[in-house]
């Protein structure tokens, strides 16, 4: 099985940045499409950025496009989001997923989840 851990959230103001972290267990690792999504209260968990096995595709939701970066590092088994230009509408629970086969921007792809990491933008 495959366990995800997610860090680096926390308080920002508007117009800063965070870099999330997503830990990743399994020797196979390097081998599954990454993706970021995000659930802010009382709304439906939605895609943020996804990248393949080598990083070499991505993908990010119109809302975050030019602002967050996803990046891998396959050495530390690690997964992270660089969120730069943050907004209130930013604030949300961030979620690392992995999925099986190709890249998607479908939440139903992605099989294993971690618990997720807090991030507020303030006004």
């Known amino acids: 099985q495959v366990q995800l851990v997610e860090s680096g959230g926390g308080l920002v103001q508007a117009g800063g940045s965070l870099r999330l972290s997503c830990a990743a267990s399994?020797?196979?690792?390097?081998?599954?499409?990454m993706a970021w999504f995000r659930q802010a209260p009382g709304k439906e968990r939605e895609f943020v950025a996804a990248a393949n096995w080598s990083g070499g595709s991505t993908f990010y939701a119109d809302s975050v496009k030019g602002r967050f970066t996803i990046s891998r590092d396959s050495a530390k088994n690690t997964v992270y989001l660089q969120m730069n230009s943050l907004k209130p509408e930013d604030t949300a629970v961030y979620y690392c997923?992995?999925?099986?086969?190709?890249?998607?921007?479908?939440?139903?792809?992605?099989?294993?989840w971690g618990q997720g990491t807090q991030v507020t933008v303030s006004s």
């Open positions: 997923a992995a999925s099986w086969g190709a890249i998607s921007m479908t939440e139903s792809a992605y099989l294993y």
């Open positions: 399994g020797r196979t690792f390097s081998r599954y499409p």
